[in-house]
């Protein structure tokens, strides 16, 4: 995901558009297999492995996201001053969604390490899985754990 910007866009529309999207992906695609993962109970020892597998890819996808967010709200506060006419409502909606990305942060932290770090956002390159069924960690292949088949 691409971090440059449109500057045939105002500043505060982009990052309107890049939360909005950071928003989308959190709901649509990530928090349905969280709350699949949390109750695991109904899922096969199969279904369990995929279901890790899919939250780490669409984790790090929106962790991709949440940095494209987090960089448009950077720009849009040293251009202009941030002062264009939608500035307060980017801002508001950007506070609402770095929230929401916090609160789903800590619900994927037992089965995705992730640290996160309070001032650059998130960092996907210590992901990890966890299994958190025995509370081990699989085992590691190049820094990330190895995929259900």
Not at 12 to 20: E, S
């Amino acid at each position: 995901m691409s971090t440059s910007f449109d500057l045939s866009l105002p500043s505060d529309i982009t990052l309107l558009l890049r939360a909005d999207a950071e928003r989308s992906w959190l709901r649509r695609e990530v928090i349905p297999v969280l709350r699949q993962v949390e109750s695991r109970e109904l899922l096969s020892e199969e279904e369990v492995g995929a279901a890790l597998a899919y939250l780490e890819a669409t984790w790090t996808q929106a962790t991709a996201r949440a940095r494209a967010t987090d960089a448009a709200f950077a720009h849009l506060h040293t251009r202009n001053g941030g002062h264009n006419a939608l500035t307060g409502s980017a801002d508001r909606y950007h506070t609402f969604v770095h929230a929401l990305r916090r609160i789903v942060a800590e619900r994927i932290t037992p089965f995705v390490e992730l640290p996160l770090d309070a001032d650059q956002g998130l960092q996907p390159e210590a992901l990890r899985v966890k299994d958190a069924r025995g509370e081990t960690q699989l085992p590691q292949a190049g820094g990330c754990a190895p995929r259900a088949a």
